[in-house]
């Protein structure tokens, strides 16, 4: 079953090539930070903030900020159901120019989480709707994000490091159903039970275009 999950992840990492080179793509930057608050043993508080940039910082692309309340279904936190509100701030060029238009968008989402371990592997499945008011336009859109956590054991006492990869498609309500893709592979620290942090790279890649970003990733549960 390890060799099965190993040869699994592999051959999902060695796909990210594959993706950045069909397609034309311009390197960018994520700033992440990803936070939970326990209120209780159920109920929990979701916070979020990303910085995106065209470049490697200062060339505005995207802010987005979120927040939502989740309940927990059992007490290893295994199951979460979540109901979140998202502002997101773009800046987005126009054509090859170097003009940009800003774009305001107030987003509703309902998710649901699940996790499961095989071995020593964390998966982490998530259903996403959305709810999207892009300034007077209406959409909806439904996201399935697939993650995988495999730590890195250097010695019986050292397993903070770890390996972390996912694979997340968008998918409209309306036509051209197809949104985009986003293929991460990265590498974290667990600093403590409640802090990690992960360094990593994600292609973003749309029918006929991508944009590859380096992703800074901060996880906070408090």
Do not use: C
């Not at 992440?32 to 940039?53: A, F, L, P, S, T």
């Not at 994000?145 to 998918?171: M, V």
């Amino acid at each position: 079953m390890k060799k099965k999950i190993n040869m699994v992840v592999l051959t999902f990492m060695l796909t990210l090539p594959f993706f950045i080179n069909a397609q034309e793509s311009n390197l960018g930057n994520w700033l992440v930070y990803i936070g939970n608050k326990k209120v209780n043993d159920k109920w929990n508080i979701h916070n979020e903030i990303q910085y995106r940039n065209y470049d490697a910082i200062g060339d505005l692309e995207q802010l987005l900020l979120r927040t939502g309340l989740g309940y927990t279904f059992n007490d290893g936190n295994k199951q979460n159901a979540l109901l979140g509100y998202g502002f997101i701030l773009s800046e987005n060029y126009l054509g090859d120019t170097n003009e940009k238009i800003t774009v305001n968008e107030h987003r509703i989402f309902q998710q649901f989480t699940s996790k499961q371990s095989i071995g020593s592997v964390s998966l982490n499945h998530r259903y996403r709707f959305e709810q999207r008011f892009v300034e007077s336009d209406f959409k909806m859109r439904f996201r399935y994000f697939l993650g995988l956590n495999i730590p890195l054991k250097f010695s019986e006492t050292n397993n903070k490091t770890y390996i972390s990869a996912y694979n997340e498609i968008f998918l409209n309500t309306k036509a051209s159903i197809f949104d985009r893709n986003r293929l991460y592979g990265g590498l974290g620290y667990k600093f403590s039970k409640n802090f990690k942090l992960e360094l990593g790279y994600m292609n973003q890649f749309f029918e006929t275009s991508g944009r590859d970003q380096i992703n800074i990733i901060t996880f906070v549960n408090f």
